[in-house]
């Protein structure tokens, strides 16, 4: 079992910054890639952005390429997102999710990540 926590959202205007954490407990080095996702009301879980545990690759949503960073702290176990240049239609619960699948690549699919967290809300004003 893997258990993941977020914070570090909150209420922002447009142009401003936020990170987000996600810190991992239970079976860790189980875990290959870690991944951000957000859902928008009335809208399909969409994935953001990735990265895998040991070499760091990382892959983003062009929707948020040059703006989103992902990181990792593995002697943590935790990953972050920093959001800079936010947006009102970045608002979002903000889910992390983890894929214990052995690989080296980030996958983008929300169905082959095998544990999630209970989600952050970011909410950007115009």
């Known amino acids: 079992q893997v258990q993941l926590v977020e914070s570090g959202g909150g209420l922002v205007q447009a142009g401003s910054s936020l990170r987000l954490s996600c810190a991992a407990s239970?079976?860790?080095?189980?875990?290959?890639?870690m991944g951000w996702f957000r859902q928008a009301p009335g809208k399909e879980r969409e994935f953001v952005a990735g990265?895998?545990?040991?070499?760091?690759?990382?892959y983003y949503a062009d929707s948020v390429k040059g703006r989103f960073t992902i990181s990792r702290d593995n002697a943590k176990n935790t990953v972050y997102l920093q959001m800079n240049s936010l947006k009102p239609e970045d608002t979002a619960v903000y889910y992390c999710a983890a894929d214990l699948t052995p690989g080296w690549d980030v996958t983008i699919r929300a169905a082959e990540y095998n544990y999630w967290g209970q989600g952050t809300q970011v909410t950007v004003s115009s």
């Open positions: 239970g079976r860790t080095s189980s875990i290959y890639a």
């Open positions: 990265i895998s545990r040991s070499i760091g690759r990382t």
